[in-house]
Structure formats: C-alpha cells, structure tokens
C-alpha cells in the first residue's frame, strides 16, 4: 500500500504565502514524478505543479512565477512553496504520483497514487 502524506495548507490572504509537502516512500520517491492536483467543487481536478526524479518540473500557467516545487531527499518529501496567492487559488490541493511526467503536466488517468487532500483558502 503506497501513501502519500500531505501537510500544510490552510487560510491566507490574498497576496500571502502558504507551503504544501507531500512524503511518501523511499521507492515511490525515487523512481515516480511527484506533485499537485487542485480541485473545487463541480469541477474537474487541475495539475497544478510536477516534479520529476531528475528535477525537472512543470506548472500550470496560471502558477507560474507563484508557485515553485522542490524535492527534499533527505525526507522523501516534495515541497510546494505558494507564493502571492489569489482567491482564484483556493481548491482542495491533493498530492499525487504517476509513474512519468515525461516534461508535461500529467493526465488524471496517468496517476496511480494519491494524497488524502489539503485544503487551500485564500481570501481577497
């Protein structure tokens, strides 16, 4: 059983900052890309930011130069660091794990592991 363990989120106003890690195991770490999906209700979920064993990532257009994913080898975690946050941010962030990335942002159907989910509040 392979988990994905998320932290961090929470409420923020518009323009603040907030940090999302995800660890999992040292195999799942290793060999898979890693990042963040996004979701709001009624609403299909979003790529948001990936990160591959090598460091190469990716982000969706509406979070670069914001948002910057990083990896912690020390503790098999993925790091997403939020900066200048908008309203337009908020969504349930849901860490996940598909086998490649191949230097685009995964499909939905390419993931094989996923986080519990971390809510993401931003305020204007």
């Known amino acids: 059983q392979v988990e994905l363990v998320e932290s961090g989120g929470g409420s923020v106003q518009s323009g603040g900052s907030l940090t999302l890690s995800c660890t999992t195991s040292?195999?799942?770490?290793?060999?898979?890309?890693m990042g963040w999906f996004r979701q709001i209700p009624g609403k299909e979920r979003e790529a948001v930011a990936f990160?591959?064993?090598?460091?190469?990532?990716t982000y969706a257009e509406s979070v670069k130069g914001r948002f910057t994913i990083s990896r912690d080898n020390a503790q098999n975690m993925v790091v997403l660091q939020m900066n200048s946050l908008k309203p337009e941010d908020t969504a349930m962030y849901l860490c996940?794990?598909?086998?490649?990335?191949?230097?685009?942002?995964?499909?939905?159907?390419?993931?094989?592991?996923w986080g519990q989910g971390t809510q993401v509040t931003v305020s204007s």
């Open positions: 996940a794990s598909p086998p490649v990335c191949g230097g685009h942002l995964p499909p939905l159907i390419a993931v094989g592991y």
């Open positions: 990160i591959e064993p090598d460091g190469t990532t």
């Open positions: 040292e195999y799942v770490y290793d060999a898979y890309c």
